[in-house]
């Protein structure tokens, strides 16, 4: 049975710092982070392939690192700098295709962790 396990949300201020994990039952040639809010579709975060190439959304460039344990199918997101516009159901996936930030197929999502950053 697949499953991914998520952990690290939390509140933290402006300017602060969360990091995700998300733990799967297998290996995916393609992992990645997505987000959604009430009343807006889910976006993409960040992915990663099975070469450790990763792709952002300009909106997260240079503040959240995606990185991944190929070990022990491990996804990571550390988020610096956090805005309040990052305040979201954070959602981990596997085998996105396209291995894109605009990927929509997706085989498995995660149960989601809610990041809430204040003002």
């Known amino acids: 049975q697949v499953q991914l396990v998520e952990s690290g949300g939390g509140s933290v201020q402006t300017g602060g710092s969360l990091r995700l994990s998300c733990a799967a039952t297998y290996s995916s040639y393609c992992m990645g982070w997505f987000r959604q809010v009430p009343g807006k579709e889910r976006e993409g975060v960040a992915v990663?392939?099975?070469?450790?190439?990763?792709i952002y959304a300009d909106s997260v460039k240079g503040r959240f690192t995606i990185s991944k344990d190929n070990a022990k199918n491990t996804l990571y997101l550390q988020m610096n700098s956090l805005k309040p516009e990052d305040t979201a159901m954070y959602y981990c996936?596997?085998?996105?295709?396209?291995?894109?930030?605009?990927?929509?197929?997706?085989?498995?999502w995660g149960q989601g962790t809610q990041v809430t950053v204040s003002s």
């Open positions: 990663i392939d099975s070469d450790g190439s990763p």
């Open positions: 996936a596997t085998d996105v295709v396209p291995c894109t930030v605009a990927g929509r197929m997706v085989a498995y």
